[in-house]
């Protein structure tokens, strides 16, 4: 081998080329996460609330008679950050243990309160307790960032309930509705996940202290048998952690049905974003209605001229991974044996955190394209124009018979006519020319004077204005006054690219 040869490195790359980005960095969090979801899911989040929890369970202990100190306890306490990870991975290299690893790190800094760090506990007490503070955390600020959503699509909806636009069933032209009242559709996707995440928020119990395999047998033993004080010891850690309850019965880990729960829930908010995203999309093909577009924007690198709804796509592609979630939940739940097996580590490490750090950034891009959402009028009128002739022809035909006509010759004058000015559309490329054709048949001549107003478009939307302010009063205003403290606090971050 050559000296060349030999500082090439894997696949022929030198070694001491660009030794900053030799490594796989991952897009949701390089490119896309926000820093407060990201926090969430950090080891500094992650490791420092394993001392709370330490912090919490020797507290709980001292207050139930065990010989554990006030000083021991401050120590603890002052040392909360003060994490020295290099030599945790250090001692987790030596056990191959990653909780025992940060029990020594924790008591290289609190040294009097080391005989009596995890006293009693199993891996699962900071494991699985820190898992479910992180999931509240991180449902909290889901919550906040639907109700965001909300708030700025109820102005959309407000704005444009009374501006008619094609209906479309199978992506076909069919009666006619609002731009608004299409809103209040994806509104209504995301106020069922918004209620989704309060119950979730509300339900969602702690782990607690449960021991090696949820019998609390440790527990027992340090507390001579007093089984009253176990059960306000668990109460108690509850309650210093902020949480309600802890789940009645557990083996060594909390049932992963919670962990299946959670990503169904997030896999129903990334299906509200598809949707909505999925209509812009297309909406956006047909020119009425277009996300925001930066002036110096590139759609294409090769097409100039192009403006992609990319920001609606990027929600569409988050949005599928997240979907896919659910699966890997269902399966870590029904293949755990007995009190615990450990094949559902290494899983959970992945999708619990990128399936948070996913639909937040799904809702960061809700709330940044529904703030610029751009609506062009007059093509969404002239595509109605070229389809409402046809919906109007029932219209037309009562009129007439009112007015003293022959339903069945009427009805038959109507089919030819409309069949006609279809052709024209068709076949010619021309616009729609059937109310031409009407205006020129003496058959309906009744109606004549009066044949623009009867096909002016809001005359066939129905209740779409009034089902905006019906569902705004009753469904959405109540929501948002009830959560003004979350609408006003401001996000960390926006849409980086």
Known sequence: ????????????????????????EHPLVKRYATKEMSFIWSPAK???????????????????????????????????????????????????????????????????????????????????????IQIRDSLLLLKRKLLQVLSILKSFALKYKQLPCLGFTHYQPAQLTTVGKR??????????????????????????????????????????????????????????????????????????????HVMSLLSGIAQSAYKMCGDIRLLANLKEVEEPFAKTQIGSSAMAYKRNPMRSER???????????????AHTHANQWFERTLDDSAIRRVILPEGFLAVDVILTLLANIADGLHVWPNVINAHVMAELPFMATENILMACVKAGGDRQALHEAIRVHSMEAGHVVKAEGKPNDLMERIKNDVA????????????????????????????????????????????NIESADAVNV
């Not at 001549?445 to 623009?452: A, G, R, V």
């Open 183 to 260: 809103c209040t559709l994806w509104m209504q996707d995301l106020l069922l996940d918004l209620e989704r995440v309060d119950r979730e928020i509300q339900d969602l119990p702690m782990r607690g202290v449960k021991g090696t395999t949820g019998t609390q047998a440790s527990f027992l033993d340090l507390f001579d048998g007093d089984h009253e004080k176990v059960k306000q010891l668990n109460s108690r850690v509850c309650e210093l952690m902020d949480f309600k309850k802890a789940i009645p019965v557990s083996g060594q880990t909390y049932t992963r049905k919670i962990d299946y």
């Open 444 to 487: 309906f001549e009744c109606i004549h004077s009066k044949l623009d107003s009867m096909i002016n478009p809001i005359h066939f939307v129905g209740r779409a204005p009034e089902q905006v302010d019906d569902f705004v009063l009753e469904e959405i205003d109540p929501i948002l006054a009830a959560n003004l403290e979350l609408l």
């Open 46 to 132: 992650k490791f420092s609330t394993w001392r709370k929890l330490w912090l919490a369970l020797a507290t709980a202990e001292k207050e139930l008679g065990l010989d554990i100190s006030e000083e021991q306890l401050k120590e603890m306490s002052d040392h909360i950050y003060d994490i020295d990870f290099e030599y945790a991975e250090e001692k987790e290299k030596e056990f191959r243990h990653d909780v025992m690893g940060h029990v020594h790190a924790f008591g290289k800094v609190a040294p009097k309160a080391m005989s009596i760090i995890h006293l009693g506990a199993t891996s699962c007490y900071v494991g699985d307790n820190t898992d479910l």
């Open 1 to 24: 081998m050559s000296d060349s040869d030999s500082k090439l490195g894997l696949s022929g790359f030198p070694e001491d080329a660009l030794a900053e980005h030799q490594f796989y």
């Open 315 to 329: 929600v569409c592609s988050l949005a599928r991974y997240v979907i896919s979630l659910p699966a890997s939940a």
